[in-house]
């Protein structure tokens, strides 16, 4: 999802409202792919309610926070934090053991962690409202490395997750005028389909390559989310 801010073409306020506008029918398909595809639903409707209850107040906050941010500030802090998670996953893929996690079974979390994933729901979703991320990038890392889900169902539960913050975030920045719909109609277009056969694959592709593959996404969009100082052109 980052991929869909990378290579915008406009300013960042409004393809970070387009960005989140592209995401809703993109997730809403991919979630559906992971709940129905397969015989058990590789998705976790707890946890995903847990982060939906924070991520819908952080979502609203980094959109309405969004136009007094500074967009290098951000863009670095977010590319610290994908640099650091996809080194994790490069490590786990290649060295690390393999989180597992029943597939027909909700995870065992207390209440105490629900109210831990709430408040992490929470700033993801102010990063997501900033920064026009869903925020599954830094869900999946957050369920797998903190709360043991296996990646498969961390990915399935971040797509649901992601539809209401998505929604809301896309509505607060239509609001500004922050919101390229004929942009976000053609990126959900190409997303759309490439969502189905991409989850399709996730649920048949071993855990670990899993890993590895997203760990490396990580990494690449940390460079590309970077901001490089551009030269300054002669006058």
Not at 82 to 109: Q, R
Not at 184 to 210: H, K, M, N
Request: glycine fraction near 14%; charge should be positive; aromatic fraction near 8%.
């Amino acid at each position: 999802m980052p991929l869909l801010t990378l290579w915008a073409r406009t300013d960042q306020h409004r393809a970070t409202g387009t960005s989140l506008a592209a995401i809703l029918p993109i997730a809403l398909v991919g979630a559906g792919t992971y709940y129905f595809a397969s015989g058990t639903p590789q998705t976790d409707l707890p946890v995903a309610a847990s982060l939906v209850v924070g991520g819908t107040a952080g979502v609203i906050g980094g959109g309405l926070a969004a136009q007094k941010v500074s967009d290098r500030v951000l863009r670095g802090f977010v590319a610290i934090l994908l640099f650091v998670a996809g080194l994790k996953y490069a490590y786990d893929a290649g060295f690390g053991a393999i989180p597992t996690l029943h597939a027909s079974a909700p995870a065992a979390l207390g209440i105490e962690e629900y109210v831990v994933l709430a408040l992490c729901g929470l700033g993801i979703g102010v990063l997501g409202g900033l920064a026009g991320l869903g925020g599954g990038v830094f869900i999946v890392p957050l369920l797998v490395i903190g709360f043991g889900l296996s990646q498969r169902i961390a990915q399935g539960t971040s797509l649901i997750a992601v539809i209401p913050t998505a929604a809301i975030g896309a509505i607060i920045h239509e609001a500004n005028g922050d919101v390229d719909v004929r942009a976000a109609g053609l990126i959900a277009g190409a997303g759309v389909p490439a969502a189905i056969v991409g989850s399709l694959l996730a649920l048949v592709v071993p855990q670990r390559t899993l890993l590895g593959l997203f760990g490396a996404f990580l990494l690449f969009a940390a460079v590309r989310t970077w901001p490089w100082r551009q030269a300054t052109p002669k006058v």
